[in-house]
């Protein structure tokens, strides 16, 4: 053991915490009807919608998150696959980003890909993929139907064969079983991902899902669950409704296997201010990561 690392709970635990930004380049104009997602038109939620965020506004957020600690940087697009057009924007932003910011790692997340599509963003600069499984095989029909959660496992095969760095992981709290979790689980861990995303349901009241009922002590098991079911992940992140999940006990993520958090805002809800997160691991006496294992 190295003195990176501390036992807890029997895991083996980082102390470097690892910090990621997300951006959201295209927000709120998906027409798929995951029923967690206010990102699509069906559901009217009232969150920003917009088709090409401004570049001028991306490399500011890109900036803000290399000096909050961030090392990825993962641009997100809402739609269920990459057309062309898209491709494209992700392609130039993807090109300015580095250039200007070149200590952030990118990361895309734009939905199903190709290896062929995949293979267009490496060459502009893209390292990692995120394409989240969700939920369970068969627990997805219930949450989606307007495409199959197939599409969803091959194209993290996809990024796998393209040589990106696949990320990808799920949300708890949309009514499924502990059987479909630890499917889930199951299905994360056979695709050998690097990072292992996972959020808790943050709920919109335009959304026909039931909020989340999952309580602190089930998610932090779930956090737990995760580290143990996918060992040979470099990341475990507790991302989208860490703040509205654990409250005054986000600390304890870290000692069940957490070892990466987003840092600022979601893709359509606030986080906190980046500085509360870094005293948090200050107090904790946690490192944030500086560079990328
Ligand atoms: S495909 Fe992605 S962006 Fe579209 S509704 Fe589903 S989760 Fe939201």
Request: hydrophobic share 40%; with cysteine.
């Amino acid at each position: 053991m190295t003195a990176k690392y501390i036992a807890t709970q029997g895991l083996n635990i980082n102390k470097e915490i690892f910090l990621c930004a997300i951006c959201n380049i295209n927000s709120g104009t998906c027409l798929e009807d995951c029923k967690f997602c206010s990102q699509s038109v069906r559901y009217k939620a009232d969150i920003d919608r917009y088709k090409q965020k401004d570049m001028d506004l991306i490399l500011q957020e890109a900036k803000s998150a290399r000096d909050a600690g961030a090392l990825g940087f993962c641009l997100v697009t809402a739609d269920k696959g990459l057309k062309d057009k898209t491709l494209k924007f992700v392609c130039d932003v993807a090109k300015v980003v580095s250039k200007a910011v070149p200590e952030l790692r990118l990361i895309a997340c734009n939905g199903t890909a190709s290896v062929e599509q995949l293979l267009t963003l490496k060459e502009a600069g893209i390292k990692a993929y995120n394409h989240n499984l969700e939920t369970s095989e068969s627990f997805y029909p219930q949450i989606c139907t307007t495409h199959p959660w197939s599409q969803r496992y091959e194209t993290c095969q996809n990024v796998n064969k393209s040589g990106l760095v696949l990320i990808t992981g799920g949300i708890f709290g949309l009514g499924e079983t502990h059987e479909d979790r630890v499917s889930m689980l199951e299905s994360l861990a056979s695709l050998k991902p690097t990072s292992v995303p996972i959020n808790f349901y943050h709920h919109n009241e335009a959304l026909e899902l039931k909020p989340n009922s999952l309580s602190v002590d089930e998610a932090l098991s779930l956090v737990k669950l995760t580290r143990e079911s996918i060992p040979d992940a470099k990341r475990i992140m507790v991302a989208g409704g860490r703040e509205l999940m654990f409250a005054k006990r986000q600390d304890e993520i870290f000692e069940n296997g957490a070892n990466a958090i987003v840092v600022g805002n979601y893709l359509t809800t606030s986080g906190r201010e980046a500085s509360k997160d870094l005293d948090m691991l200050k107090s904790l006496q946690l490192e944030v990561a500086k560079k990328i294992h």
